[in-house]
């Protein structure tokens, strides 16, 4: 089998990288994720298969315990869920790498890499960055999931010397490197995973609710390099590969993101990025009252519309709204109604997070538009309707440059000549930033809860 293995996970290889090909189109998604599962089948089993593994016992309890909880997770998880529970699952591969690059340095001998006092440089250069990416994942993804959890709050934690201090701690981490590298030090290996846990914590803090997307898919990135820094320490090429193919395409993800937010790739490697600004000085609403409106009111402005634009959000997410949706859609377009979905790249609290659940209310492609491709759109559309959005869509971010949310591109919705705007409340979005748009003279506010607004809409268009 050892002879068999290079090709096997040759052709695991090939398998993941067709699985991030299909991700990429909602169409062929679910052929990716066959790509990306039969890959990882065959990766385990060849492994399995090697003269090495010995212990299939402790193996083989392992993976019971490890699939019975994934399976039990997946089986009761709910779509709203699902940002946090990648983030949490990305802390346990920055976790595991911590544990296998402890493991190589107290028994080096195990995993080829010289014996004890005398580790290979090479290996020692490659478990300090293994253990660093893998201590700052599993922090940094255990902040990300308390603040996409509500534990921790949304809002950007900053104060002043904050990016010094990361810039500081950063520099004694190198230190700590060069000194592991050179003494072998007990000390200082678990100096760097103690620094590396504080850096982790250090760099998502900032981070305001409105960015967590970007965030989530740079933690995806680290995880990734994490997994390639076992592989190296495992001697595993395929491990190598796939956590490359991870952590390159997360933090391709992450760039094209930032690059259509309007934020800086660097601010959010090093971290403190969308929540610099004073929220102190947030626009000011005053008195002015809103302006609201019941599902009848909703069903006759649409069905006497030429167009509609719907803008889901988390709230859509939250209620489980998407497939009444599709069904309103449905009978707006029987009356003769155009309909679009405009999808903004942070909408929820992960990349795809709407498309996902818009492709499970079976909404057809091509009525699906990106924000570059739909912006322009809104100035000549008659109706626009926001479901559960609101940093998206909030107007702040163009004119307000004390909002944590300014220089974000948003949805133009303003420019409609009605939007009509489903919300529990008028309070703030997550990011924690009021939203002016809810008092505009063209604006109707829908009051409740998403799904049953929607559905008296239906209701009321039937």
Same mark, same amino acid.
């Not at 846990?197 to 989530?216: E, Q, R, S």
């Given at each position: ?46 492994? *399995? ?52 690059? +402890? ?46 959890? %509500? ?72 995880? %990734?390099? +994490? ?17 490359? *193919? ?35 000085? +947030? ?180």
């Amino acid at each position: 089998m050892a002879t068999l293995a290079p090709l096997a996970y040759l052709i695991a290889s090939v398998c993941f990288i067709m699985a991030l090909r299909g991700l990429s189109h909602p169409e062929t998604a679910r052929q990716g994720l066959s790509f990306g599962m039969s890959g990882m089948a065959l990766a385990m089993v060849t492994t *399995l298969l090697l003269p090495v593994v010995s212990s299939y016992g402790l193996i083989i309890l392992g993976i019971s315990i490890g699939g019975a909880i994934g399976y039990v997770i997946a089986k009761r998880i709910d779509m709203t869920d699902l940002p946090q529970l990648i983030a949490a699952f990305h802390s346990l591969v920055g976790l595991a790498a911590v544990c296998v690059a +402890a493991a190589a340095f107290y028994n080096p001998e195990a995993y080829g890499i010289g014996i004890k006092g005398d580790i290979k440089t090479a290996s020692l250069i490659e478990m300090a960055l293994g253990t660093a990416i893998g201590a700052i994942t599993f922090t940094g993804s255990i902040i990300a999931w308390g603040k996409l959890q %509500g534990v921790i709050s949304g809002k950007p934690l900053v104060f002043d010397g904050q990016h010094k201090l990361n810039a500081a701690l950063g520099l004694l981490l190198l230190f700590l490197f060069v000194m592991l590298c050179s003494t072998e030090g007990t000390f200082y290996f678990w100096a760097v995973v103690l620094l590396a846990f504080l850096l982790g914590i250090m760099i998502i803090i900032p981070i305001g609710g409105a960015d967590m997307p970007v965030i989530v898919s740079m933690l995806n990135s680290y995880s %990734g390099w +994490a997994a390639a820094g076992i592989g190296f320490t495992l001697h595993n090429n395929l491990l190598i590969i796939t956590g490359a *193919l991870v952590g390159a395409s997360g933090a391709i993800l992450s760039y094209i993101m930032c690059k259509g937010m309007n934020r800086s790739f660097l601010n959010v490697v090093l971290g403190g990025f969308g929540g610099e600004q004073d929220n102190s000085a +947030a626009t000011d609403m005053g008195d002015r009252s809103a302006k609201m409106g019941s599902a009848e009111d909703a069903a006759y402005i649409m069905k006497n519309a030429s167009s509609v634009i719907i803008v889901p959000g988390y709230g859509m997410a939250v209620a489980q709204a998407q497939h009444a949706l599709r069904e309103m859609a449905d009978l707006l377009k029987k009356e003769g109604v155009s309909v679009k979905y405009a999808i903004h790249p942070v909408a929820g609290r992960m990349p795809g997070h709407m498309n996902v659940l818009l492709a499970e209310a079976n909404v057809p492609y091509d009525e699906v538009l990106e924000l570059e491709d739909i912006n322009r759109d809104f100035a000549q559309t008659d109706v626009v309707y926001i479901i559960g959005a609101n940093d998206i869509t909030n107007p702040s971010a163009k004119t307000d440059t004390s909002s944590p949310i300014y220089g974000m591109p948003v949805l133009d919705v303003e420019k409609a000549k009605t939007v009509l705007f489903i919300k529990r409340s008028l309070g703030s979005g997550y990011a924690g930033v009021d939203n002016p748009l809810f008092f505009a003279d063209n604006t109707m506010m829908l009051l409740g809860d998403a799904k049953k607004m929607t559905e008296g809409i239906v209701k009321a268009l039937e």
